[in-house]
């Protein structure tokens, strides 16, 4: 596929995903410092990366690139693309717990506890800073992802013994990676 630049065309790479237990996972990242055709292009491959696999968010920890960049889209249509880089949550509010998923946990589901209502600050692509208030399944799908991007993901939230109950379906996944 292929998506518009300045310049014109360019082709788009649909990156490898890592998946539990790589120890990448784990790593922080930086905040984004040139808002540059490169930088369009890494926005451009994570959210059809995210299509093809087919989330409805993925942070660049996920695709091994070490640098602030989110991108989602919870339309069905995958038209409505969302890409936030360099985010600061400045408020939140309320909690909400949900089944969540993620890609880099194939298979597993588990119910985690976020805040219902988060204003954000980030910039967008294209080095302009934006701010956003959402809520509910947007709110906790950001949240998530700002939480890969400080190399926590998703069981990091659960209980020992929630652990403990996944530890199978973990174990499967690691002999699979
Ligand atoms: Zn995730």
């Not at 995210?50 to 995958?78: E, H, K, P, R």
Request: aromatic share 6%; charged share 20%.
């Amino acid at each position: 596929s292929t998506y518009l630049t300045r310049k014109g065309r360019c082709s788009v790479e649909i990156f490898t995903i890592l998946r539990f237990p790589d120890p990448r996972l784990k790593l922080v990242a930086q905040p984004v410092i040139r808002f540059d055709d490169s930088l369009g292009q890494t926005c451009a491959n994570m959210l059809q990366t995210m299509y093809a696999a087919n989330g409805i968010g993925l942070a660049a920890t996920q695709v091994n690139i070490q640098q602030q960049i989110l991108v989602v889209d919870l339309s069905a249509a995958n038209n409505q693309p969302l890409v936030i880089i360099n985010p600061t949550i400045m408020n939140k509010a309320g909690s909400i717990i949900w089944e969540e998923g993620c890609l880099s946990f194939p298979g597993i589901y588990a119910k985690v506890k976020r805040s219902e209502k988060i204003n954000l600050e980030f910039y967008d692509p294209q080095g302009q800073r934006q701010n956003m208030s959402v809520e509910g399944l947007l709110a906790i799908c950001i949240q998530h992802e700002i939480d890969h991007l400080n190399g926590i993901t998703f069981v990091d939230h659960l209980s020992p013994l929630r652990k403990k109950l996944l530890r199978n379906k973990l174990d499967k996944i690691s002999q699979e990676s």
